[in-house]
Nanobody
Framework: QVQLVESGGGLVQAGASLRLSCAASGRTSGSSAMGWFRQAPGQEREFVAAISWSSGGTYYADSVKDRFTISRDNAKNTVYLQVNSLKPEDTAVYYC???????????????WGQGTQVTVSS
């Protein structure tokens, strides 16, 4: 069992930046990859970024590649998502997830956090 807790969301104006955090605990050895997804009201859950715990290799959705950065701190069992130049269309609940492989689909992940709300005003 893996527990994931997101934090760092909030209400910001367009152009602002945030750093979202995902703290992992429990039996994390079976999860070699971490991902970030987001979901706006009435929409499907959308892939944002993923990272390998061991190599640090990253994978981004095209829509955020130039503005968002995923990173990890292995000693703290924490993954971060730095979100820059935020736009109103970035407004969503942001979720972190743990899985066995780096992937861009939610079905490939085994554990999920509760989400953190990011709201961007124009």
């Amino acid at each position: 069992q893996v527990q994931l807790v997101e934090s760092g969301g909030g209400l910001v104006q367009a152009g602002a930046s945030l750093r979202l955090s995902c703290a992992a605990s429990g039996r994390t050895s079976g999860s070699s990859a971490m991902g970030w997804f987001r979901q706006a009201p009435g929409q499907e859950r959308e892939f944002v970024a993923a990272i390998s715990w061991s190599s640090g290799g990253t994978y981004y959705a095209d829509s955020v590649k130039d503005r968002f950065t995923i990173s990890r701190d292995n000693a703290k069992n924490t993954v971060y998502l730095q979100v820059n130049s935020l736009k109103p269309e970035d407004t969503a609940v942001y979720y972190c997830a743990a899985g066995k492989v780096v992937a861009g689909t939610p079905e490939r992940y085994d554990y999920w956090g509760q989400g953190t709300q990011v709201t961007v005003s124009s």
